[in-house]
C-alpha cells in the first residue's frame, strides 16, 4: 500500500516515519524547499542554522522527546533554564517566580493575590483533562472578570489577548489559556526556575534525523512540489494531481516520479497535514457539513522579524509585551536561552507579532517592517540604535495560530473525512493543546496508527 502525503512538516514527516515501521511506502509532497512546517531553519552564521520561528520543549513534550530518543538524539536534548519578563508602563517586570508575580507594579496588591490564586488554582487542582468542558465552555475574558476582577483582565491578560488574537481576543476560550498556563508552569523544576528544552543544532537535527529514516524505510520526500488537487473518484482519494511549475517539475524529475496516463499519482490513501483553508483549496468535493466544521477554527498570522545584533538587547529570554500602543506582543532572545558562543557571539533575537493576514503589518516588507518596530525597540532598551543591527531576517505565516469557538470538542472536524481513504490532520485537529512540534508528532503518529487499522480492516471511519 502506498500512501501519499500532503506537507513537510511534523506531522507530515511523523505519519511518513511510522508508516514506514509499519511497511507501508509513502510520498511526502512539501511546497516548500526545506522540511519542518514552522520549526524549518535557515543559516544565521555560516553552517549554523536557526529556527525561522522561535521553537522550544516544555518538560511534559513526551512525544518528541521520545522520538528524539528513538532517532539515537536523547544526548541532544538540553534543558536550559528560562527568564520571562513583562514589559508594561515603560518597565520590564520579571515573570520568573510566583513571588515576582506578587511584585507586578502594574496592579493593585489584592488583584495581584487573586491572579496568584487563580493561577495557582489553575495549575494545580485543575490540570485534570476531565475539566475541559468547563473551560472550553466559558472564554478567558469572561472567566478571568469573573473570578479575578475587572483589572486583572484589562491590565495583564487582555493586553497580551489582543496582542496575539487581536479581534478575537475576548472570544477564545478559556481552555487555551487553562492549557498554557499547566503547560508553563508545570515546566517548572520548584517554583522558583523554569526549565525548557532545545536540541542541541537546532531543530534541524530531528528533521534530518526524520527525512532519513523516512527515506531509509523507502519513503520519498519531493521538496518544492505543489499539490493542485486531490483526486476523487465516487467519493474515494485516487491519487494526487500536482501543478505544472518548473519546481515541481524538478521534484519529480529528482524522484523519478511519473505521473499516470490520467495525468496524477495514484494512491491508496492520501493524509493532507495542510492548513483546513489550504487543503480546501485542492479538495474539492467534501460535503458542506464536513467543510463547516473545517471552517469552525479561524487562523491567526504570524510575522517575525530576527534580529543578528552587536550586543545584547535585555536579559529576558521571553519577554512578553503588555503595552498595546507597541506593535509586536513578544521579544524571544534566543542567545539569552542558547550561549551567543554557537552564534559566532552575535546576538539574535526574534520580534514576534501575531495578525490577521489582512493586517497592514502583515503585508509591509521587511525594511517597512523593521523601521515601524525601531522606536518600540528602543523602549525596551534606550541605549539601542539601528547599527546594532548586522543584519534582519523576515519570514510571515498566514497559518500560525488557530483560534476556536467555545465547545470546540463537538466541532472538531474528524481526522477521517467524508471522503474514502482521504485524512485530514492538522493544528486545528490537536484541540484542546495548542499547535506545537509535539503534538504535531502525537498528530502523525495518530494518522499512523488510524491508516494501519484502517487498511487491515478494511473498512472506513466509523466502519473501520
Known sequence: MIVGIIGGGFAGMTAAYELGKLGYKTVIFERMTELGGLASTFQVESGVPLERGYHHW??????????????????????????????????????????????????????????????????YLQRDKKNLYKYESITAHDWWKKYTGDNVWDKVWGPMFRGKFG??????????????????????????????????????????????????????????????????????????????????????????????????????RVYSSAPSFATLKFVHEL?????????????????????????????WYWLNIADRSMPFVATIEQTNFIPPEVYNNKRIMYVSNYLDASSPYFQMTREELFNAYVPHLKKLNPNFTPDWVEEFWHFKEAAAQPVFPLRYSKKIPPLHTPIKNFYLGNTTQIYPEDRGTNYSVRLGQDIARLIDADAKSGGWGDNA
Not at 177 to 203: A, C, D, M, Q
Not at 287 to 297: F, G, I, L, S, T
Not at 300 to 313: D, F, P, R, T
Open 58 to 123: 516544555f518538560t511534559s513534550d513526551t512525544h518528541v522527546i521520545a522520538l528524539m530518543q528513538e532517532l539515537g538524539l536523547g544526548e541532544r536534548v538540553q534543558w536550559i533554564p528560562s527568564k520571562t519578563g513583562w514589559f508594561e508602563q515603560g518597565k520590564i517586570w520579571s515573570m520568573v517566580s510566583p513571588t515576582d508575580l506578587m511584585k507586578l507594579g502594574t496592579i493593585p496588591l489584592l488583584d495581584r493575590v487573586r491572579l496568584g490564586a487563580a493561577t495557582g488554582y489553575l495549575t
Open 167 to 268: 479581534a478575537r481576543a475576548d472570544e477564545v476560550p478559556m481552555v487555551w489559556h487553562w492549557f498554557k498556563i499547566v503547560l508553563r508552569i508545570g515546566s517548572r523544576r520548584g517554583l522558583n526556575t523554569e526549565e525548557l528544552g532545545y536540541p542541541r543544532g537546532s531543530f534541524q537535527v530531528l528533521i534530518d534525523a526524520l527525512e532519513k529514516a523516512i527515506e531509509q524505510k523507502g519513503g520519498i520526500i519531493l521538496k518544492g512540489a505543489t499539490v493542485k488537487r486531490v483526486v476523487v473518484e465516487n467519493n474515494v482519494a485516487a491519487g494526487i494531481e500536482l501543478a505544472e511549475d518548473e519546481n515541481t517539475r524538478g521534484a519529480l524529475q529528482r524522484a523519478n516520479i511519473q505521473p499516470n496516463e490520467r495525468g496524477y499519482i495514484p494512491f491508496d
Open 287 to 315: 460535503p458542506n457539513d464536513y467543510v463547516a466544521k473545517m471552517n469552525e477554527a479561524k487562523y491567526m498570522g504570524a510575522v517575525l522579524i530576527i534580529l543578528k545584533l552587536k550586543q545584547q538587547m535585555t536579559p
